[in-house]
């Protein structure tokens, strides 16, 4: 059985897509404020018109989660060894079958973890590259086991209060974060998701390679986006990031008063990003 794709067409339009690879532990409606953005400012920029799609990661939203045959092969400890690889190749396929043989494939957090994977896998098909709020180290030996520990609570107690964290503020956050809207906002989203197919998304990122090999071996243009309140993936860690693409040019964007949601947070400024990036494709 092959992995089935649920994308959302924002748009259609001529050229290249633009594809947003949404975030954990989320579906592609994140990406609604900034789309609405894209088209707002590419028709104030006189952008011709390019197609939008969104597709959900296997397991988000209403997206159908893969059997044991699609997700391929398990790791002694329960991560997905191939599923990330996978999913690149089920996003690809969608891509071709459209009749398009490249894309700019737009990655947040999660996402840019699938979107380096299709670098890894499918250079051919990387027209250009967004990298937002991500990282393209493997996972640690305590974070993998932290993955897994989330993913094993989700699926046995049939919750995703593991997850919640993800819509709750700390110190230090932003303002957007901090205020009740985003929270609300977050927290329904979440409540939205099956809590297996949170265990199953948690178990592909867990099982992942890592890709930082990857990075000057990219050749299409590139932007590099981050919140500077992002306490995973701010600019100190996002930077040597797009320093290391030393085979193409990157635009590096670091958002202030923004966290690990920057698509969601100020979307205008990660609009106007793509946008550029957009153009120089």
């Not at 329960?78 to 398009?100: C, N, P, Q, R, T």
């Not at 996972?139 to 932290?146: F, G, K, L, P, T």
């Not at 990075?215 to 100190?236: H, K, M, Q």
Request: proline share 6%; hydrophobic share 45%.
């Amino acid at each position: 059985m092959n992995i089935r794709i649920n994308n959302k067409v924002y748009r259609s339009g001529k050229g290249v897509p633009l594809i947003l690879l949404h975030a954990f532990p989320v579906d592609a409606r994140m990406w609604d404020d900034c789309v609405a953005s894209l088209v707002r400012l590419g028709r104030e920029r006189k952008v011709v018109p390019f197609p939008i799609w969104a597709p959900d990661t296997p397991g988000a939203g209403d997206a159908s989660i893969p059997d044991v045959h699609a997700t391929g092969a398990l790791a002694d400890d329960g991560a997905y060894a191939e599923a990330m690889d996978k999913v690149a190749e089920a996003f690809v396929s969608m891509l071709h079958i459209a009749g398009h043989e490249k894309a700019i494939w737009v990655g947040l957090s999660m996402g840019g973890y699938i979107a380096m994977d299709i670098q890894r896998l499918f250079p051919e098909t990387v027209a250009g590259l967004a990298l937002c709020d991500t990282t393209t180290i493997a996972d640690s030996v305590q974070a993998r086991a932290n993955r897994l520990n989330i993913a094993e609570t989700c699926e046995s107690d049939n919750t995703v209060e593991p997850v919640m964290h993800f819509a709750r503020p700390q110190a230090g956050d932003s303002t957007v974060k901090q205020s009740q809207r985003f929270q609300d906002l977050l927290t329904g989203w979440i409540h939205d998701q099956r809590p297996e197919g949170l265990a199953w998304r948690e178990r592909m990122a867990a099982g992942r390679v890592d890709t930082t090999d990857q990075l000057a071996r990219v050749t299409a243009p590139v932007a590099v986006i981050c919140g500077e309140n992002d306490p995973s993936s701010p600019p100190a860690k996002m930077k040597p990031i797009a320093d290391a693409m030393t085979s193409t040019s990157v635009a590096f964007t670091a958002i202030p008063d923004c966290g690990h949601f920057s698509a969601v947070e100020h979307p205008d400024t990660v609009a106007n990003a793509l946008l550029d990036l957009v153009e120089r494709v």
